[in-house]
């Protein structure tokens, strides 16, 4: 009975595992190369969207991961470059669990991770929420947070990216 229980435990596991949603570099393949477009975000002197010219290349890191060469031709001293690591397992996207990984009808793929934070904006607990779609022709990465107690998410910061 016990070797019964044990095998039933071991196989619900396996089970838990292969649902789990994941990411892979492959996903983001068709975002790989050069983009221009905006970056909007939250001006804090204003409490109004502020939205300025941004460029974004998209590469392959040689380990399991992706670099985003962020441009502001407006402000070229902001330029910056991040790096998005992704687990081994593919379940973390840059420290946050991807909670999903959809491609639609048209083709775009969506992929959203959250993470128990701190907003840095506010210095309040929260749940960081990140949503990258991915196409051909257009790549959005944006920011949200909800604030222990909330229930909605407000936007912090949003690049929309054509070719």
């Known amino acids: 009975m016990k070797k019964l229980l044990l ?3 071991i196989i ?19 975002a790989f190369g050069k983009w221009k477009g905006s970056l909007t975000y939250l001006d804090y002197s204003t409490g109004k969207p502020y939205s300025m010219p941004a460029n974004i290349t998209i590469t392959a890191n040689k380990k399991q991961g992706l670099i985003l060469s962020l441009e502001y031709p ?23 669990t991807v909670v999903s990984n959809k491609k639609n009808n048209e083709g775009i793929r969506e992929v959203i991770t959250e993470i128990n934070g701190t907003d840095g904006n506010d210095n309040r607990k929260a749940v960081l929420r990140h949503i990258y779609k ?8 944006r920011k949200e947070v909800r604030f222990e107690g ?6 912090r910061n949003e690049y929309k990216m054509n070719r």
Do not use: C, H, R, Y
């Open 74 to 96: 407006d402000e070229p001293k902001a330029n910056s470059k991040d790096t998005l690591v992704i687990s081994n397992d593919g379940t973390m996207l840059d420290g946050a």
């Open 7 to 9: 095998l039933l435990v």
């Open 134 to 141: 991915i196409g051909k022709k257009m790549f959005v990465s």
């Open 150 to 155: 909330e229930e909605k998410f407000i936007l």
């Open 12 to 30: 619900s596991g396996f089970a838990f595992i292969s649902q789990m949603t994941s990411v892979a570099v492959k996903d983001f393949k068709p």
